[in-house]
């Protein structure tokens, strides 16, 4: 069967990742969550000081420190699941903080921190046979991809699904927070200048509020089957 490059994009927590993770399970594909790095990039700057008072980014600092950031992701064979290292440090939990949230959208905004990115990505699936989900994969990073699908579901639903997500970590989480934090990302995230979110004309858009995971599982295979048979 024919490898080909799957871009999943969409707002933030309308489940794009666990379908992302699940689809490149089943069928065999690396799995890039494209977001992990940008949060990384986040941490990172958080961890250097990198932010002013008024939560605008220190550009020139970070522009400097950006050779010394490596993302990379290593499977973890208890989840399953590629987990998310920043220079050699395992990062999977602290990046999914509300701290880091709240931080991450003035960073994926800058422009010399998505050209690095961006690079990584093309580089990590050149071979094809990859899902990778973000906002501007189908646009941007693979405009060439087979399968393109662009996720959403209402802002209500989503908070909800990162509130038990925290939850059942044992995370702190308000839920109006969230709510606020999941507005105010798709309101920058859809305004900002470089590689804005949007659609592709040639994505698939799925609306998944009212459906079950194993509703959306088999949506998606049903694509990934049209798409790999053609
Ligand atoms: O998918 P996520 O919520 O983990 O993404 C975190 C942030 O990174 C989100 O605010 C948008 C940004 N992002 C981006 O700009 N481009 C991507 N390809 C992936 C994420």
């Known amino acids: 069967m024919k490898k080909i490059t799957i871009a999943i994009d969409g707002h933030s927590s309308?489940?794009?990742?666990?379908?992302?993770?699940?689809?490149?399970?089943?069928?065999?594909?690396?799995?890039?969550?494209?977001?992990?790095?940008?949060?990384?990039?986040?941490?990172?700057?958080?961890?250097?000081?990198?932010?002013?008072?008024?939560?605008?980014?220190?550009t020139a600092e970070l522009e400097a420190a950006m050779p010394d950031i490596r993302i990379s992701?290593?499977?973890?064979?208890?989840?399953?699941?590629?987990?998310?290292?920043?220079?050699?440090?395992?990062?999977?939990?602290?990046?999914?903080?509300?701290?880091?949230?709240?931080?991450?959208?003035?960073?994926?905004?800058?422009?010399?921190?998505?050209?690095?990115?961006?690079?990584?990505?093309?580089?990590?699936?050149?071979?094809?046979?990859?899902?990778?989900?973000?906002?501007?994969?189908?646009?941007?990073?693979?405009?060439d991809a087979e399968l393109k699908i662009f996720v959403t579901a209402s802002a209500e639903v989503r908070a909800q699904r990162r509130f038990d997500e925290l939850k059942a970590k044992g995370m702190p989480a308000d839920f109006d927070d969230i709510l606020k934090n999941v507005q105010e990302r798709d309101y920058i995230d859809s305004h900002r200048e470089v590689s804005p979110l949007r659609k592709a004309n040639d994505a698939i858009e799925l609306d998944n509020s009212n459906m079950t995971i194993a509703e959306q599982k088999e949506w998606l295979m049903e694509r990934f089957r049209e798409r790999t048979a053609q």
């Open 73 to 143: 992701f290593k499977f973890n064979p208890e989840t399953g699941r590629p987990d998310t290292y920043l220079n050699n440090e395992r990062v999977e939990d602290e990046i999914r903080s509300l701290e880091v949230s709240n931080h991450v959208s003035p960073i994926a905004a800058i422009g010399f921190v998505r050209t690095a990115m961006v690079a990584q990505q093309q580089q990590m699936g050149k071979d094809k046979g990859v899902v990778m989900d973000g906002r501007d994969i189908g646009t941007t990073v693979f405009p």
């Open 14 to 58: 309308c489940g794009k990742s666990t379908m992302a993770k699940d689809l490149a399970r089943e069928v065999g594909y690396v799995y890039v969550d494209t977001g992990a790095m940008y949060r990384s990039v986040t941490l990172y700057a958080l961890r250097h000081d990198f932010f002013n008072a008024d939560g605008s980014v220190k």
